[in-house]
């Protein structure tokens, strides 16, 4: 099987999407925030509450949540594919300037960015790493969840493209 074979039939498994963030505090002399799209995102156990993302191995982000276990995950709303759409492109601009103008806190927790108009907020630690293939998948425990906003659908990701569910 062919890599684009295979690209083509996981492309007809609609994937929600999040904004994985972390903060590096090795990044400059003050820290800088960090973020990725990632459409292979989920939930894994209830009890104890875990949940898992796969990241590009020697990716910026897995290089930071090798030496960085607090991090955060924003669940994105339709009316948010601006912001997977900036987190994911290729050759992009700095974190520093993916994060000017977009509104977001600092979790209690992670000090990690927590995107607002989320669906659902996640503050997570590592807890394991599996490298599988050219990704390493990251098992974390989720430290606080918070949902604040119900008035929009997820943002999903089907065929190579982002998609409103319905």
């Known amino acids: ?12 498994l609609a994937a929600g999407v ?19 799209t990632a459409t292979a995102f989920m939930s ?6 875990l949940v898992m993302v796969s990241v590009r ?10 030496r960085q276990p607090l991090w955060a995950a ?5 009316a948010q594919r601006h912001i997977a759409g900036r987190f994911a492109m290729k050759g992009r601009i700095s974190d520093r300037l993916l994060f000017e103008g977009l ?4 979790g209690e927790v992670t000090g990690a960015p927590l995107v607002h108009g989320a669906l659902a907020l996640l503050e997570c630690r590592t807890e394991n790493r599996v490298v599988a293939g050219d990704h390493t998948l990251v098992i974390a425990r989720v430290l606080r969840a918070h949902t ?8 999903t990701y ?9």
């Open 18 to 36: 999040v904004l994985v963030t972390a903060f590096d505090p090795e990044d400059g002399p003050h820290g800088e925030n960090a973020g990725m």
């Open 74 to 78: 924003s669940v994105l709303s339709e």
């Open 158 to 166: 089907f065929r190579g493209r982002y998609r409103r569910l319905g």
């Open 44 to 49: 894994v156990s209830l009890d104890p509450p």
């Open 1 to 12: 099987m062919s890599e684009d074979e295979f690209r083509a039939a996981m492309s007809r």
């Open 148 to 155: 604040p906003s119900e008035e929009s659908g997820p943002l």
């Open 57 to 66: 191995n020697d990716s910026r982000m897995d290089e930071l949540l090798e």
């Open 103 to 106: 509104p977001h806190d600092s």
